[in-house]
């Protein structure tokens, strides 16, 4: 296993997600716990040393079932992470509630990494109201040693994460964001990269195959990448790419059976971060999927000066980018929902009223009218 430190504690590279677990039957409230204990018996044997769960992954299941197979092993072997659930806007008033139900969920007596779950455009503003008290009470009781690190995680834009930032980072000892190869464009995590660099906050991964997409490729795509590495799985490419980002300390993999668990444990025996001629290669893989289902939209904002009811038409159409490629590769989007609920109502996709001007400038000539209609018909709004 490969080791990465973080101040004066060695964490394993790969850290054990909690997101994904084995479920009975296809339900994703009934955790197969005897698969769990299985999975944690071979990745604590195998070096696995950090566990991270939610308040809110497997509707409120995996905090428990990991608390149940955890207690089974030395509290100073492992690392625990788990998070104030902010993506529920009605969940900000109650962090103590939530806090202390949370270790006794974890059987657990304090958290090693603690986070403000999903810091995005719709729960900005609440995060950044004092009066609900989160940061405050958060830092109480890191100050107790009942939160031993706290960090944030964020599928916000990087706009969005430097207001974060601006108030609480100098707080912050780590951010886990959503990155791969195929986001680092395609969601510009580039740009959220850099904003962490600039606040020297160490990188978690979380999605690192974007919920399996990275490991179905084509043909093509597969030959391509066996030409340069034919020992090396379409995960491992995904892998060997995160590895070759200095910032990333923490990759996080929700791995769902047993077979997962030890295709990643081979994974990072070793690191074989990407040379110059591989990087290019998985990006123009990158690109390509993208193409397959993003608009081109560059963001110019010719559009924007010609359109009467005044939409953020490239904000719009990446996120209308971002769910078309998350539901067409078989995931559920929620991305685009979160941050479109930040939107006033006559700004979202459906105040399109159809008018053509915004098309009449563009350079790429996109369909924007259609654009939007289909937009506001998968969501509903």
Known sequence: MIYK????????????????????????????????????????????????????????????????????????????ATKFPGYDLSNMDKVSEIFEKQLEKCQTEYFDFYLFHNVCEMNIEAYLDESYGIYDYLMKQKKNGRIRHLGFSA??????????????????????IQLNYL????????AKLELLKE?????????????GRLTKLTEEEAA?????????????????FLQSV??????LSGMSNMEQLEANLTTFEE??????????????????MAAKVALPCTACRYCTSHCPQGLDIPYL?????????TTLAGGMSFIAPMALSAVEKEKLPGACIGCGSCEAVCPQQIRISQAMRDFSGMLGM
């Open 199 to 211: 606040y020297g906050i160490p990188v978690w991964v979380m999605e690192p195959l974007r919920g």
């Open 183 to 190: 986001d680092l464009k395609f969601q510009d995590a580039r």
């Open 224 to 240: 391509k990448l066996a030409a340069l590495r034919p020992e090396e799985t379409p995960a491992g490419w995904a892998f060997r």
């Open 317 to 325: 159409l990446s996120l209308y980018n971002e769910h078309r490629s």
């Open 155 to 176: 599928h916000g834009a990087a706009p969005v994460m430097r207001r974060f930032l601006e108030k609480y980072g100098s707080s912050m000892e780590f951010c886990q």
């Open 5 to 80: 430190e973080f101040q004066d504690l060695k964490l394993s590279a790969l850290g054990f997600g909690a997101m994904r677990l084995p479920v009975v039957d296809g339900k994703d409230t009934v955790i197969d716990v005897e698969a769990v204990k299985a999975m944690t018996a071979k990745a604590m044997e195998q070096g696995i040393n950090y566990y991270d769960t939610a308040w809110g992954y497997h509707e409120g299941n995996s905090e428990s079932v990991m608390g149940q197979v955890l207690k089974e092993y030395p509290r100073g072997s492992f690392y625990l």
């Open 271 to 288: 690191e074989k971060p990407l040379n110059a001629e591989e990087q290019t290669a998985l990006q123009e893989i990158a690109d390509g």
């Open 246 to 251: 200095p910032e990333v300390t923490m990759i």
